[in-house]
């Protein structure tokens, strides 16, 4: 038995210090060396300030500004707080939460776009489908006082195509698409936000 | 369904198809003992862990000092876990100063992450000091899953091996599993994922000033390497609490596609790993094939649940072609969400891409199933492998009842003394599931734990018992499981699942190694052809049905027959 003990009390040792500090540590190193964007969370800069993460969606609700879905981490988009809803299927939670989200965009919710009225799994989503972005294109575009078409147009740029086209959905990341649109028509500062 | 979601399964089984051969074969030169391209740069360091530990290369051990040697190593990691997440506040690389987990915590976390389970009942950005989540959580994402894949082996040297008592060496096969197979592809790994835009820092994360003024604080950290291992391992904590959903754990559907397949590639090996001990790898194909027949019926149930509306969608009058979008992401989509929960949960991965709490009632009840059948379609690393052969005997047994003649798989004679041990095996996890479930619907204790009403907060303690006792790790996560009475229960039917299991296993490794190997005859049943796939597969169902039917019945089953809404 003590011989037992001292095999497992050194390998766990040893182990340790490979896989639980070299490991990590050389793989922070090659990291920040290598690919120093994204190992830092691939954070987007505008005049020299963080706006946000290219990989992590933000809360809009101005209506100049195009929308993400609902979140349910912390008290919306929260990055230190990722989390689904888990309501679920038959939930009449989740069924009020909707119809006060579908409120929002002031319609009948069979018309609006799915992913815009469900919380996603990590509330964090960065991404609509582009049929929730050419949803929102009217509004954004009287919000700005900009052409229908220009605005369409941004949005059809901005829809990325799945990897090899079938491993995922097709996507339009709303924080690259707002600042497209700022770059467009800069946002009006006095704009108010919608509940 | 679209013929696109239909594609992207038959890619993800093509390609992991095409890696199981390569891969098998790798495994059975690392685990034969034979030279590697790796070996002139890993054996020194292997060479030097034996002698600092005074293991002796070429000793091997019976199944009980096998056994011994196992409890003991993953005592000493489960004791050195607990005191690392009790006392993190007092240890290195903390930048967000997070206190010391309490004792119910830090207890459930060290068994979860030893037992290959990774249930956590935390949230890992708010929660974990890196030190703890890298020389703590990492270093038993590969522990853990060398530990079964050395159970793995030893179980299928009993089956390779003949008139012996030696089933090979634990000290051996757990250091070889981390240094030549684990280690290596996890650098690779990791490599790929930090490019793919996962991050990799010692920073406490990063503020931002959002374009509408607010400020958003981005939770961050070495994750790349944790979660290369985490996948690879089936292990399946997260480093962030919403797991592989997480666009940091999951950046985009490519990260999502090779994570999938990293979730098998050590699983559907080991079947050729076996084949190519047993000096037969017909058979490991065979075996591979029953764990496909259960895997794609699984992936066509959930997938089609996900297409379809909920009560909760319909009553809000939501379009009910666009299928159940609650809990997922818009860059994986429904295909890419149902396949990875079926595959987590056919191998005892327990990542989730999406929140298999929200799933449609029958589209979460196939996770909940796979768990139950005992993840043996592919399955954890190890375990899975360890898991399908005590049903492969099962099933011999069973068929040689039938015909009437005495069982016998490989040339290896099945008779009572490895029935018992088998039978004490597969029904340890289902006996300390089905119990903690009763005692947690039954006491105010569990009954405080589900978010939802009516039978879906019923599957919330099922599923979670299930997991718990499945070495799984996923969860129907709206259960609020971090209370000392889900704590403590959670981690003993982690601790039951994963040992009584492991230990049986190893005792009918010992006996059948020490049995000779009769040659076959035409009245052998046949362990090679379609007909045994269908009764491995078969029994498998069989078991899990008699079993779990009644809770299933409460559960998911109620919700979809009901209708309605909670």
Redesign the interface.
Known sequence: ?M??????????G???L????G??????G???V??PH??????ITREG??????????????PD?FWG?PSA?GKG????????????????A???R??AD?ARYGG????????L?????????????PAAARFQVPRVAAARHLDEAKVALLVERAIVA????????A?VNV?EL??AL?TLAP?SSTAT?VD | MTASGWILIALFVAAVAALTRPMGLYMAAVFEGRRTVLSPVLAPIENGFYALAGVKPNQEQNWKGYAAALVMFNFLSAVSLYLILRFQNLLPFNPQDFAGLPPELALNTAVSFVTNTNWQSYGGETTMSYFSQMAGLTVHNFLSAATGMAVAVAFTRGFARKSTTSIGSFWIDITRATLYILLPIAIVFAIYLIWSGIPQTLAGGAMATTLEGVSQDLAMGPIASQIAIKMLGTNGGGFLNANAAHPFENPDALSNFLQMVSIFAIGAGLTITFGKMVGNERQGWAILGAMALLFVIGVGVCYWAETQTTPALAAANVNPLSGNMEGKEVRFGIAASALFAVITTAASCGAVNAMHDSFTALGGMVPLVNIQLGEVMVGGVGAGFYGILLFVILSIFIAGLMVGRTPSFLGKKIEAREVKLVVLAIFSSPLIIMLLTAVAAGTEWGRAGPLNAGPHGFSEILYAYSSGGGNNGSAFGGLTANTPFYCYTLAIAMFVGRFVMIVASLAVAGALAAKPITPETSGTFPTRGPLFIMLVASVVVVEAALTFFPALALGPLAEAAANTLF
């Open positions: 038995m011989q037992h003990f001292r095999a497992a009390a050194v390998l766990l040893l182990f340790t490979l896989v639980g500090v490991y990590p540590l050389a793989m922070t090659f990291g920040q290598v690919f994204q190992a830092n969370g691939s954070l300030q963080v706006v946000g993460s290219g990989l992590i969606g933000q809360a809009f609700s101005r500004y879905r981490a988009y929260d990055g230190r707080s990722s989390s689904g809803s888990n309501l679920g299927p038959s939930s009449r989740l069924a009020e909707i119809q579908a009948d919710p069979s018309q609006i776009p799915s992913d009225l469900t919380a996603s799994g990590s509330g964090l989503d960065p991404d609509i489908s799945p990897p090899l086209g079938v491993l995922g959905d996507r924080l707002n600042l700022d946002a936000p």
